[in-house]
């Protein structure tokens, strides 16, 4: 019995090598994977064996054979962190800093803060927390700051706020990454908001001339700049008006978004070492700044649109809804997967290339079950990829400098 079991295993083994030989050779041909449905049934078939030998064998090759396939066979993509926004529905906000309206406390807090690099690192040792309205007008930002020692140095505006201990929001409204705006405040209150053309890594240009018009309140508990005050935390409350968030994006002349639109959008805090010295603080310049988000970028930079989180405007009651993707936010995702593949093998080989066999991609682009798959053009400045929905009623593409865009491929080749 012990060496049909065996002999069993041994065949299970070459047919699951064989398979993966044979898939493989397909993928590198190019030709479309068979769904993985197909492939999940063909693996689970397996299960009527019963020997314990032979059932971990195959638990084993069932494992191997759908790798990637569940993601490709139920097309969910995984999420970045989410938060629905409610509309004010007629609530007032007094912007004071202290966040203790009824509209602040009937809604939902973000996660805590984690390390900017990622959830396996160190958690921050002070607490951040957010929350988010809107009305017709504004934006509504209203941040919770852990912090023992307030203190803060910039009091210029427009002037490097991220260099003392700040509160940051980037938003991106039209999910291009190109124009999107960043804005800072410290505990003095101090603000620096700026427009960026596109990410610096994809020389992008920061410009400053850019203004928010943001209302803004802020709360300390207790005295700034004061190493004998008794400091808990600081808090912020920000209005920021949507004609000035969708300055020179697609959107521009669209003021408020529409029920269940979704933004992309990066909360985030630098904390910086301090001594005190004759009784002031003084900022360690010696030693780096802690960086903390709501939603880990995997590296020390907040400057990567394709990795932000993602915020979505319901007009439904509080707590009403929960966060749903939309078939754009899908076909940008994969887009970006692509994008990032197409920068990968740049780094390596010094060029992009069309062949989708030669690229690091997940594998439900390569099925055509979920999007179409992709289609890959190659330009003197550098390439568009362009990708459908199944349906073919919504087509994205995206450009070398991550310029992305929805409609006619040469509205995105007339901006470069």
Known sequence: ????????????????????????????????????????????QGGTFTSAAVKGHLDTCIAGCREGACQADSCEIPLPRTYVAYHLQGKTINLDGRIDEEAWSEVSQTEDFVDLRGLKYTKPRFDSRVKIRWDNTNLYVAAFLQEDDIWANKTLHDSKVWQDNAFELYVDTDGSTHNYKEFQVNALKTTWDLLLTKAYIDGGQADSSWESNAQIGLYTDG??????????????????????????????????????????????????????????????????????????????????????????????????????????????????????????????????????????????????????????????????????????????????????????????LAKV
């Not at 699951?16 to 397909?26: A, K, T």
């Not at 915020?311 to 078939?327: H, I, M, W, Y």
Request: charged share 20%; proline share 5%.
């Open 1 to 44: 019995m012990q060496k049909l079991v065996i002999a069993i295993a041994s065949v299970l083994a070459m047919l699951c090598l064989g398979s993966g030989v044979i898939i493989g050779y397909f993928v590198a041909n190019r030709s479309p994977v068979a769904p993985p449905n197909r492939v999940k049934r063909s693996c689970d």
């Open 223 to 412: 005295a700034v700049n004061d190493p004998n005050s008794n400091n808990e935390y600081w808090s912020v409350e920000i209005a920021l008006p949507f004609t000035q968030l969708r300055w020179k994006t697609l959107q521009a002349n669209e003021g408020a978004p529409k029920d269940m639109d979704i933004w992309k959008i990066v909360l985030a805090r630098p904390e910086w070492g301090f001594q005190i010295v004759d009784g002031q603080y003084v900022k360690d310049e010696s030693v780096e700044a802690s960086w903390w988000s709501w939603q880990p970028h995997g590296a020390v930079s907040l400057h990567l649109p394709d990795r932000w989180g993602l915020l979505q405007f319901s007009r439904g009651a509080v707590k009403s809804t929960s966060f749903t993707p939309n078939e754009q936010w899908k076909i940008s995702q994969a887009l970006f997967d692509v994008f990032n593949a197409m920068k990968k093998y740049h780094g390596v080989f010094g060029l992009y290339t069309d062949d989708k066999s030669m690229l690091d991609l997940p594998q439900y682009l390569l099925t055509g079950y979920c999007v179409e798959i992709p289609q890959i053009s190659l330009l003197d400045s550098g390439f568009v990829v362009s990708i459908s929905s199944k349906n073919r009623a919504l087509q994205g593409h995206i450009r070398a400098d991550r310029y992305l865009w929805f409609g006619d491929r040469a509205t995105g």
